[in-house]
């Protein structure tokens, strides 16, 4: 496969993710990232008192703040549902097989091309992570910037279960592995790389087989890795789609 074709492949679609949110109205739950919505939040917007009927202009005013959270929170979540999906589409590319198998490069070149594409996705990963750190103080952002006056009380109800609603475990043992990964993947291009033309092709068992023991020993602990850590890395992205 050229290197070219997998380089746009990378961006030919997203992998849609769902997680671990609240149902918000008028969206389609296998395919969005949701933020709670304001109606399954127990009514935090105040409303007047049983014996007061709200005015027009007390009405607008609420609606105008359920507006402001709600699209404060959906803006979030689709960014992190665009990030996460990216991340996830290039993390597949470096999960094939083919990976695993020196006899699959065609020089020390192409070893350098994937060693960019692996630095591009850790960037990327990165980003994702930094994200979820921010994700409260970017809300305050986006809620200051929707030139609403939104009550600092209700404000603060509506962050906690946003901030409540995601999968915070699964969602930091996922950028654990993650990184565990790419570290992985990093120090098997560069065995690749001080070791180039040290194998024969593939034996019995589907594995190259290098012509050093030590060299045998030390690929096949890399693969056991890379091959552990991505499928306990798959398993948390599993979780945080059910």
Known sequence: MKLLSIQIGFFSGLLAL??????AA???AKSKLKAPGVS?????IPSPS???SPTESEKRLIDAQKTALQTAANKLCEQIQVEESDVY???SFFQKPTRLDPNSYASVEELNQWRSLLTELKDRGDRVAGLYHDLGKDFDFELKNSKVPVDPRIASQFKSILLGAFPWETINKKSSLFDQYVEAHRKLLDFYQQN???WQPAGKEGKPVFKATALNSTYN???EEIMSTGQQLNDQYTAMTN
């Open 26 to 28: 008028a969206q389609d």
């Open 50 to 52: 049983a014996d007061q």
């Open 221 to 223: 602990r890399l693969r």
């Open 89 to 91: 589409h290039r993390l």
């Open 196 to 198: 180039w033309g040290a």
């Open 40 to 44: 399954a939040m127990g009514s935090p």
């Open 18 to 23: 769902s997680f671990a949110c609240s149902e």
